[in-house]
């Protein structure tokens, strides 16, 4: 039910953590990994970490916000692996500022990457696998606050609802086409891009108590739902956004 053998998996962001957690376990499964990242360092390490472990990845090296530049990964993702089965929009960013002074230039970058580009893959994607006719597997990145209120993240609350809304209404719109579409709903997840907030003795002290299981979750805890959404297990999951947020949306 979770074997993987003989896909294609692409992953955006996928040179470190979650991506890469996530890029880790569906290559373990048995697919073949494409890592999509803009830091060539990141990328080159992530493979070489990954080939250690006899897991097969490559690399390709973009900046996703533009459309035309995810056309050109979709297509270099084609030619090498023949098709690519399963995309993982995780590339993203958050930042925590008051709702009342956020920058233009910060608002703009976010919306072209945790909305825009997540679109243009999963557009690009379902154009190619309505083509040929045989289906494929969109799992996005939202979050907790895509679906509950996050203060002092607006912008960043308001792109996961988007990812939200997208993933259930394009699963619907392309059902007829084999195509699955998820998300998963991650709540606070301890990463390079999240230390300092979980660090600050009051922002980690109000996570821990608003998060029932205590805590912030390692990238592995979030692994473990892209591949169940990736593989025959879920086959009859379409249009689900699975939380996996130590039941912060419970609380």
């Known amino acids: 039910m979770f074997d993987l053998a003989g896909r294609t998996a692409l992953v955006t962001g996928g040179a ?142 308001a792109t996961k609802g988007a990812v939200v809304q997208m993933t259930r209404s394009c699963a619907v719109e392309w059902a007829p086409h084999g195509i699955l579409v998820n998300a998963i709903g991650p709540g606070y997840v301890r990463t390079e891009m999240t230390a300092h907030t979980l660090d600050q003795p009051q922002a980690g002290a109000t996570i821990r108590a608003k998060t029932a299981l205590g805590g912030p979750a390692d990238p592995s805890e979030i692994a473990g739902a892209a591949v169940y959404l990736a593989g025959a297990a879920s086959s009859y999951v379409t249009g689900h956004i699975l939380m996996v947020d130590g039941g912060w949306t419970a609380m």
Do not use: C
Not at 16 to 26: H, N, Q, T
Not at 59 to 78: K, N, P, Y
Not at 87 to 113: K, T
């Open 16 to 157: 470190r953590g979650i991506g890469l957690a996530i890029g880790e376990a569906l290559a373990g499964w048995g697919a073949q990994l494409v890592i999509v990242d803009r830091d060539a360092g990141n990328g080159a390490r992530a493979v070489a970490e990954l080939s250690a472990k006899g897991l097969a990845a490559s690399f390709i090296e973009a900046d996703i916000t533009e459309s035309a530049v995810v056309e050109a990964v979709l297509d270099r993702a084609w030619a090498e692996h023949g098709r690519v089965d399963i995309v993982v929009n995780n590339a993203g960013i958050s930042a925590r500022i008051p709702a009342e002074a956020y920058p233009d230039a910060d608002l703009d970058f976010m919306v072209r990457l945790n909305l825009n580009a997540v679109f243009y893959f999963m557009r690009g994607a379902a154009r190619r696998w309505i083509a040929d006719g045989q289906g494929g597997r969109i799992i996005n990145l939202a979050s907790f606050a895509g679906v509950v209120a996050d203060p002092m993240s607006v912008p960043y609350a």
